[in-house]
């Protein structure tokens, strides 16, 4: 494991790894936030620039982000926010999933090193807005 679950302590890997297991049907969820595979992120990536939501699933996506630890799909713009994004956008417009649900999942696939609590957050269509 590298840096981010040794300072957040296996006990907070182990909490996340067991929560995943509720979802392990769903082959867009990572059994374990710390391992993603790279053809699991493109295909993240992919949902992230080729999913449109509708309004109705844009106020599900809203609700969720501002539920999650970081109010946002990861503390940092690094690669996993884009992943994150497109794993909560496929969450919400292919598995009709709530709020709660999919911002559970987004605080258990949360392998980012990067302080939590994001000060900015961009749209779900990539521009920058702050916080």
């Not at 840096?3 to 979802?23: E, I, N």
């Not at 956008?89 to 559970?104: C, N, R, V, Y």
């Not at 605080?107 to 939590?116: A, E, S």
Request: glycine letters at 8%; proline letters at 5%; aromatic letters at 6%.
């Amino acid at each position: 494991m590298g840096s981010w679950p040794d300072r957040r302590g296996r006990r907070h890997t182990q909490h996340q790894v067991t929560g995943l297991r509720a979802f392990a049907k769903n082959p867009d969820i990572a059994p374990d936030p710390y391992d993603i595979e790279v053809l699991l992120a493109k295909r993240l990536f992919a949902y992230d620039t080729t999913t449109t939501l509708t309004s109705t699933q844009q106020a599900v996506y809203d609700k969720a982000i501002s539920m999650t630890d970081d109010k946002a799909p990861c503390c940092c713009q690094c690669w996993r926010w884009y992943m994150t994004r497109g794993l909560a956008k496929s969450l919400i417009a292919q598995h009709g999933m709530d709020a709660p649900t999919a911002a559970q999942i987004i605080d258990l696939v949360n392998g980012c090193g990067g302080k939590l609590g994001a000060t900015t957050t961009p749209s779900v269509s990539g521009t920058s807005a702050s916080r």
